[in-house]
């Protein structure tokens, strides 16, 4: 039976590191996720049976509880809050690994009432209790508090206060000499509380330092240190499939963090400690009048038939207007006349990692048209029109020149460097770095003020009359 229940976990891992591998390629996404899924289910299905549970009530009372709140959720969020969603989810992994820890160390005590310890637990374990109690109590606390700022429940901006750096580290030390009490001598139950207490407070101070442009950062460690508790938890209760999977967990969310700092050229370090952003005021811009000139969808359209290479640069802004299908539909007429068309896709644009791969998949839009900033980004000077819809942090040429401003650093889509500009959105409004943009004023840009979904249909209706 052990054997069985070893080779079944091997083979629901073996499809969480297949169905991850997929993900990895639009392409190929939706037959990883349906991969991973039914791993989970293997090491679900085997868990249950493995353990003899003798009473499922509590099981499926949470099942259903859990599966309801889920599905009533992931129905009425939109496409835009999918950050702030995942970020709560991320938590749920690290609260649940926490309480999983905690319950186990209860069910090791030997003594319900916990006055004496009479129950037996090697070292390992009880040092895993401890830092699944502390991974996983950051991590939720830390991870409300990140889509709070997403949200726009709290301040988006970083807050800080003098010796912060040095009360979280007063802090961390102290978990550290309380664990190691804990473990010493794991009758000390009241440890684990301070520690959770402790560790509440951490999740608080770590993130609210971090703001603006960077919560996406903060996301994707968070769901890094999710997968951390998890695995913590399974080494807790010697369950291999639970150490395997929150690995996997942990690295890939260490990876994509580090994709997401390389996109901004900034540290790790830097992007957690820097609180780059604090001393911004957008409110303290350059008050000089400036004026752009509004061009309508038929001007575009004229711009766009005497065109031969046209680059598309999706933001934000496209998925709040939901103007993707639209979107490809003008890729269509203008393919069908000739042209050559590519979406230049920056890593950061939109909300969530990816945003833009999925509203252009929804789409149909075709793989190989879309390309990546670092593919893409040499041959805007060879190119008649760079169309952003939507877009602004991502093309702001502040991220090159403005020191001050919560943007330098990150590479940007040299849109600029391309004959003609187009930009259509909805007013002369910052994005989400709350950032003014010179592009609007540059001479070779034209502003199409407006809805993205109603701008690109007229200028589909304007190209097929
Ligand atoms: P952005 O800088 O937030 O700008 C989006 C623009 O879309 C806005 O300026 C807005 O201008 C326009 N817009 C909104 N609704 C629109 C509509 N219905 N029709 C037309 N335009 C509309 O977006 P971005 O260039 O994609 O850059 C992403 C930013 O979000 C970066 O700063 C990034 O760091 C941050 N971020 C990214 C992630 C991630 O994981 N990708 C997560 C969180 C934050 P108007 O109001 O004038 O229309």
Redesign the pocket.
Known sequence: MNALVSLLYLLASVLFVVGLKKLSSPKTARQGNGLAALGMLIAIVVTLTDQKILDFTYIIAGLVLGSGVGVWLALRVQMTAM?QMVGVLNGFGGGASALVAFAEYLRLSGDKDLTVWTGQASIDVLVTIVLSILIGTVTIVGSMIASAK?HGIMRGAPILYAFQKQSNAVMALAVIVLGVFFVLDPSLWYLLIIIAGLAMVLGVTSVIPIGG?D??VV?SLMNSYSGLAGAMTGFVLSNDVLVISGTLVGTSGLILTKI?CKA?NRSLANVLFAGVGADYDPTVQATEQRTVIRYTPQDIATILESAQSVIIIP???LA??Q?QHVLQELVNVLTQRGMQVRYAI?P??????G?MNVLLAEANAPYDILLEMDQINDDFQNTDVALVI??????NPAARTKKSSP?YGMPILNVDYARTVIV??????????GEDNELFYNEKTMMVFG???DTVTKLVQQLKA
């Open positions: 950050p997403l442009a919560m996406p996301i997401m901004m933001g934000y802004g709040v207007a103007a920056h950061v644009a939109g909300r969530m990692p945003h939507g877009a602004n942090d991502v093309v943007l259509c959105k909805r007013s002369l409004n910052p994005g989400f770095a809805d993205a979904k």
